[in-house]
């Protein structure tokens, strides 16, 4: 379901007390800020139970026809998570299983990375715009699909109950995965389809029992639902051919700076306004976060800066008063200020103990304001040396924040080609791609990375077995 309350949508006095106003250091004038946090503690199940009763008829059906297969002693492993993107970086993992049978909840490892009842992983997207370009969905392990839906709408911000895009695959023996909330039109497999691992079943997206974009990936075996992670509270062997363990430093996901009263918008998970750029004189400048594990009692500071790095204004460490942690979090600032100096000015804003500096350009007008592409980009194939028949990624390396100058959102080409064929051609948001393995293994197997920003596409690097990082083509 992965619940997200909407905050930050005007000022909000229960997280931030203390609202000042009226002119301080350097002529800055603070004049409005909010925030909160983007989940809530909740119960229920993001699989509807009308949608529940389908797929356990579609699993029956499936089973009285071809039979159960070859039994194993356990779940196949998974050797990586099914989704575009790296985990812990542009995809955050919202919640996992409750393995607490009680109304309390408790994730494999005893801490809060998941609610009452909930019986898969939500890893979710930073908002509706990367939803917008894409961020496949990929087949876990080879298997059959059992089950489909398609053509529900794809952008729920309330679990209402509304009927979701899924496929669920059967693999050997009694083991299944599901795979839910994917975007209208995007499902591109049948029931009967044999599929292989690291094959795209679908798009990343909001339908169904959702409340904003995410993949909820279920796994079943002899017909339980199974936490493939283990640890303290879930004990036994991992599912995982390596298990990637919880991210609780405070860490940010997104950033980004505009001229936008970002009191007018809806806030996420919808997308919000991007600019990077201003014309000189007395502006507002706005910014938003989406940051996560922030501890209790945290502190902030913001300070701006003119291009020669002399100090405009500085907050001072203050106190965000927030007598519990955030999971997720996501947090505004519009202060006004004499953007007296053509030039990159920086905002440097310092909070939960992450420290980020996000710069913007100041122009003498409104004819000066250009398009700059986005940064420069490495990568690397995962494994890097992949064995006949495995799974192959392409894993970007970019900064989170500074991938784009006007902070647009980028976007990847990736382009995989064996033996000099293409094999794949897809452009998505998120920082991941895979190929299905082939006997053929590493026989002259690349990877091409592409790097847009919605207006300009500039080239990105090569990846190939054993690589260090990409390289310029």
Known sequence: MNLILKAGLGYNSRMFCGLVLGLVLGGAQLAARGGGPLYGDQAGDCITPAERIRVQADVARYENFAGRGRLTPAAEPYRFFPQGGNLWRDLFVNNFADMDPTAAHKDWDCTNFTYNGHQGHDVDLRSFGEQSIGVPIFAALDGVVVSRADGNFDMNTAATGQPANYVVVRHTGTHYTYYWHMRNGSVAVQVGDVVRAGQQLGMTA???????????????????????????????????????????????????????????????????????????????????????????????????????????????????????????SWWWWRYNLNLDTVGTWKVR?????????????????????????????????????????????????????LDDPDYDIVRYRYRWYRNGVLVRDVITAGQADALPGTRLGTQNLQCRVDVGDGTTWVRGFVATPSSRGGRDF
Request: aromatic residues 12%.
């Open 206 to 328: 909001s339908s169904g029992n959702s409340t904003g974009p995410h993949l909820h990936f279920e796994t079943w075996y002899e017909s339980q639902w199974v936490e493939p992670s283990a640890g303290a509270c879930n004990p036994g062997r991992s599912n995982w051919v390596s298990q990637t363990p919880i991210r609780r430093d405070a860490y940010l996901r997104d950033l980004n700076v505009t001229s936008a009263l970002l009191e007018n918008y809806q806030g996420l998970p919808y997308d919000m306004p991007r600019t990077g750029t201003f014309v000189a004189g007395v502006r507002g400048v706005s910014w938003w976060m989406n940051l996560h594990n922030v501890s209790a009692m945290a502190t902030w500071r913001v300070q701006f800066f003119r291009p020669n790095g002399t100090s405009v204004f500085d907050s001072g460490t203050q106190s965000l008063n927030n007598a519990g942690g955030y999971r997720w």
């Open 349 to 401: 804003v310092t909070m939960g103990g992450v420290e980020t500096e996000a710069p913007f350009r100041v122009v003498a007008g409104e004819g000066d304001r250009t398009n700059l592409p986005p940064n420069p980009v490495s990568g690397f194939l995962d494994p890097p040396n992949p064995k006949p028949g495995e799974v192959v990624f392409c894993r970007v390396s970019t900064d989170l924040v």
